[in-house]
């Protein structure tokens, strides 16, 4: 059975193409829900016109997609909240608790 953990591992191998730090820390994830192999992430980009959205949308579902136990990977992009440099920061801070 595929952990959240496992998943978050994942995603901090998948770095922002313009600013080099990984996506989870960054604080572009806002949810992620695993239920009998099927894996929900809600998550946002820097600015809604960001031109490699879809690109790391896309490399979010084929990473995580290879994971062992995972049967289903759904990703949901969205801009409420709107991310803020200040998300960067809480991300971050999140790992050292």
């Given at each position: 059975?595929?952990?959240?953990?496992?998943?978050?591992?994942?995603?901090?191998?998948?770095?922002?193409?313009?600013?080099?730090?990984?996506?989870?820390?960054?604080?572009?994830?806002?949810?992620?829900?695993?239920?009998?192999?099927?894996?929900?992430?809600?998550?946002?980009?820097?600015?809604?016109?960001?031109?490699?959205?879809?690109?790391?949308?896309?490399?979010?579902?084929?990473?995580?997609?290879?994971?062992?136990?995972?049967?289903?990977?759904?990703?949901?992009?969205?801009?409420?909240?709107?991310?803020?440099?200040e998300m960067l920061k809480k991300g971050l801070e999140?790992?050292?608790?």
């Amino acid at each position: 059975m595929v952990s959240k953990d496992s998943i978050i591992n994942i995603l901090k191998e998948i770095y922002d193409p313009e600013i080099p730090i990984n996506i989870y820390d960054l604080g572009l994830i806002y949810q992620i829900d695993v239920k009998d192999g099927d894996v929900y992430i809600l998550m946002t980009l820097t600015f809604p016109g960001c031109p490699m959205g879809n690109l790391l949308v896309e490399t979010v579902k084929d990473r995580v997609k290879k994971l062992e136990g995972v049967s289903s990977v759904k990703v949901e992009l969205t801009f409420d909240p709107p991310w803020t440099p200040e998300m960067l920061k809480k991300g971050l801070e999140r790992d050292k608790k």
